[in-house]
């Protein structure tokens, strides 16, 4: 009985000697835009994750106030609708919010229309510190801005640049 190779090792080998073609070139991936930006959006984490921790709020709990007063507009998020907002599970999000109630950091609302259903509210102290750090992270991101509009601008260029002639780029 004779082995063959599998046909797909066999096309891989065919198309690694390949040059680029119009329908290969529409699948080109920009790796040294996506690494910057990639970069950039870590050192920004980093720094958002190390002014929390110095304001004495853990990163998770940083997140959950800013969800908190930014979702917040229309009507008070719920423990479920954070739990979502931060993409952890309801179970994890009570936690959470048991342990900033305990702190000082938000108020806990019974739901008029359904009392099983709890409102959150940063209360002042939660309040304060958001907004210190909010203050903090827009000058960061303002310094940042320059770095991400150079990186758009590439992955906008490398777009135009692969796309097939004629035909309109996929958004994402």
């Known amino acids: 009985m004779r082995r063959?190779?599998?046909?797909?090792?066999r096309k891989a080998?065919?198309?690694?000697?390949?040059?680029r073609t119009k329908a290969r070139a529409s699948h080109a991936v920009d790796y040294e835009a996506l690494a910057q930006f990639r970069h950039q959006l870590r050192k920004f984490l980093s720094l958002?994750?190390?002014?929390?921790?110095?304001?004495?709020l853990t990163p998770q709990q940083h997140q959950a106030l800013l969800a908190i007063k930014g979702f917040s507009r229309a009507a008070p998020v719920s423990v479920g609708e954070l739990?979502?907002?931060?993409?952890?599970?309801?179970?994890?999000a009570v936690g959470m919010v048991y342990r900033m109630t305990k702190l000082g950091l938000l108020a806990r609302i019974v739901d008029d229309n359904d009392s099983r259903r709890i409102l959150l509210k940063p209360t002042r102290?939660?309040?304060?510190k958001l907004r210190t750090l909010s203050k903090m992270h827009l000058e960061e991101l303002q310094a940042a801005s320059l770095a991400l509009t150079r990186i758009l601008?590439?992955?906008r260029r490398s777009q135009?640049?692969?796309r097939e002639p004629g035909?309109?780029?996929?958004?994402?």
Do not use: I, M
């Open 13 to 19: 080998s065919v198309r690694a000697g390949q040059k």
């Open 160 to 162: 135009r640049r692969y």
């Open 167 to 172: 035909k309109r780029p996929r958004s994402p």
């Open 83 to 92: 739990a979502d907002l931060l993409l952890v599970r309801h179970h994890t």
């Open 153 to 155: 601008r590439s992955f």
């Open 4 to 9: 063959s190779r599998p046909q797909n090792a």
């Open 48 to 56: 958002r994750e190390a002014a929390a921790r110095k304001s004495g």
């Open 125 to 128: 102290r939660g309040e304060q």
